[in-house]
């Protein structure tokens, strides 16, 4: 009996608790719902992601125009191109080459991606990959050369990277960008993650849109093509 009684109060209590998560449309409702669901997001599902995508940030709001290409993912490749081959051409890669990149019409500011571990021995030219310029925030932006160097005796060392935002006209450099970002070696244990998929197209406004107004005047607003 003493078992039974226990029972129907923890189905009381789970019915009590169902009612105010999904049914109850009461103020009280609302807030109990709005805080199981953070607790829910920062406290479990966030975690467990992190833990089978193997990075710390699987879910990435793109906060900048660097990778932004005309039309986003409405984009024509081939006139974006013709406004854009001269650099990565400087860069000796062709057309053809870039075609088979993923994320080829970029992504834009609000995107939100899916990132996985970045695994510095399987990273190739073209990838994406979020990395920790030192700033702020992260910076996201597509690999065009992968170097490993060569220690002080001759031995070969660590990888490092450099990338380019698709955006953006050259290599981000301490003397060209006002967060002094640097991406012209980026060290192993710089890698956050690799982008795999864009997850919703300009979702992420919901979030960046309450932050617009601490961005210098240039960086607010939606992204034009340079």
């Known amino acids: 009996m003493k078992k039974s009684g226990e029972e129907n109060k923890i189905k009381r209590y789970w019915k009590k608790f169902w009612y105010l998560l999904w049914k109850d449309d009461s103020l009280k409702g609302w807030l109990f719902s709005l805080i199981f669901l953070f607790v829910f997001v920062k406290f479990i599902f966030f975690p467990v992601l992190s833990l089978v995508t193997g990075t710390s940030l699987p879910l990435a709001i793109v906060e900048s125009c660097s990778m932004h290409h005309q039309g986003n993912v409405f ?12 650099k990565y051409n400087n860069l000796k890669i062709d057309k053809g080459e870039f075609e088979k990149f993923q994320f080829k019409r970029g992504f834009s500011k609000g995107d939100i991606l899916f990132l996985v571990k970045a695994n510095p021995e399987k990273l190739k030219i073209g990838d994406i990959i979020l990395f920790d310029s030192g700033g702020k925030t992260p910076v996201i932006h597509r690999i065009i050369k992968i170097e490993r160097k060569v220690d002080g005796q001759g031995n070969l060392g660590v990888l490092t990277f450099t990338t380019i935002g698709d955006n953006n006209n050259a290599v981000l450099t301490p003397n060209n960008n006002p967060a002094g970002v640097d991406e012209r070696e980026i060290k192993e244990e710089q890698l956050v993650g690799k982008a795999v998929f864009r997850i919703a197209p300009s979702l ?9 107004h601490l961005r210098v005047p240039e960086e607010r607003g939606f992204c034009r093509e340079n």
């Not at 006139?79 to 854009?84: C, G, K, L, M, V």
């Not at 992420?204 to 617009?212: D, T």
């Open 75 to 86: 984009s024509v490749f081939d006139n974006w191109w013709e406004r854009h081959d001269e």
């Open 204 to 212: 992420g406004w919901v979030k960046l849109i309450f932050f617009e």
